[in-house]
């Protein structure tokens, strides 16, 4: 192979490499609504779910950012009335990263009382996006 056809290669291949990053960071922390009738089983949580919404945060033992989002989801949790943080540790639970479909931790779900999947977070939610996702899920007369 030439010198010329190996430095377009090379190009090529760091060109799409960024692409993909800029892709994968644009996404990170940003709510997906969750169509269709995905459920969540309280018995996968070991706990019953809020009567307004449930926060459940995927995490694993290795997880930096986790942390960072456990503190912000509790504190969101404890300023609403009828709304819990579960947590759920893959590294001990691996079956639920496939049943839930998490690829990377951090990733949280916004449930609402019948435990359907309502928003889907992958990365580090702002603090105004959980609220926001919280807001749409709350029945209307639970709002404040």
Known sequence: ????IALVIGA???AATVVAGLLLRRRDGRAVVVHGDRHVDPADLMRPLGSQATLVQFSTEFCARCPQVRRMLGS???ERAGVVLA???LTSRSDL???YKVLSTPTT?????EGRIRSRFTGVPARADVLAALAATTPQEARP
């Open 1 to 4: 192979m030439s010198l010329p």
């Open 12 to 14: 090529a291949l760091l």
């Open 76 to 78: 969101v949790a404890d």
């Open 87 to 89: 947590e759920v540790d």
């Open 97 to 99: 990263a496939a049943r």
């Open 109 to 113: 779900l916004v449930v609402d009382p």
